[in-house]
């Protein structure tokens, strides 16, 4: 706290001390560019909205937790780097947030990101064919994390559904539904995906593990 007092006291002498003419000079670090890189679904015009208030403001004293403050406004921004280009110009590189399903839950959407953030949603056609989840953000959570681990392919599914008794079912692309243990699923899955090109199961379309130990075919 004495600190920055100290250095707010320096800054006001030298700003209240300055001759006209170098008042001058200091105006001409004023930002008056804002060059946006990197980005893909975010726009660039979004950007430099969200950025209005640093225009005008010195290069040199601009503090990157304004920047911060007004990007994370934007739900599919993960993170940025900021260059200082002197004198008037800032260059923001944005790393976006990767969506890799959508979260259905009290008939309201968002994409969710491969660190299962929410992110508001807005129809992306690039975004179309996501799997659906139907279920709460933190239970998904714990579940896509246990199938990363086991390295799970998750272009096959088309939908995960969350049942109140604390169980998934999982709805691959081409319509076969897999029940799965409320407990043991990850056991269900290493099973599944040994099984499902076998020839004598490629006419189920229903994999049903929710008895323990037993799997019935339908």
Do not use: C
């Not at 909205?49 to 304004?66: A, G, T």
């Not at 008037?88 to 953030?117: C, G, H, M, V, W």
């Not at 008794?165 to 043991?184: A, C, F, G, Q």
Request: cysteine-free.
């Amino acid at each position: 706290m004495k600190k920055q007092l100290v250095i707010a006291f320096i800054l006001f002498t030298l700003l209240t001390t300055i001759t006209f003419k170098e008042k001058i000079i200091i105006s001409q670090l004023n930002i008056k560019e804002i060059i946006v890189e990197n980005n893909s679904l975010v726009k660039k015009k979004d950007v430099k909205k969200l950025l209005i208030s640093i225009y005008n403001k010195n290069i040199i004293f601009l503090d990157n937790k304004e920047i911060e403050k007004a990007l994370t406004q934007n739900s599919f921004i993960e993170t940025f780097d900021v260059k200082k280009i002197y004198p008037q110009t800032l260059k923001i590189r944005i790393f976006e947030k990767k969506p890799i399903a959508i979260l259905l839950n009290k008939k309201k959407k968002f994409y969710l990101s491969d660190k299962i953030e929410l992110i508001e949603f807005e129809n992306i056609k690039k975004y179309q064919d996501l799997p659906y989840v139907f279920g709460n953000r933190d239970d998904f959570k714990i579940f896509y994390n246990d199938l990363k681990k086991m390295n799970f392919p998750f272009d096959l599914i088309s939908k995960y559904t969350l049942y109140e008794s604390k169980r998934w079912d999982l709805e691959t692309k081409d319509k076969i539904v897999i029940k799965l243990h409320s407990k043991n699923y990850l056991k269900n899955i290493k099973n599944y995906l040994d099984s499902r090109n076998k020839q004598n199961f490629k006419k189920y379309k229903i994999f049903d593990y929710r008895i323990n130990n037993q799997l019935i075919l339908k």
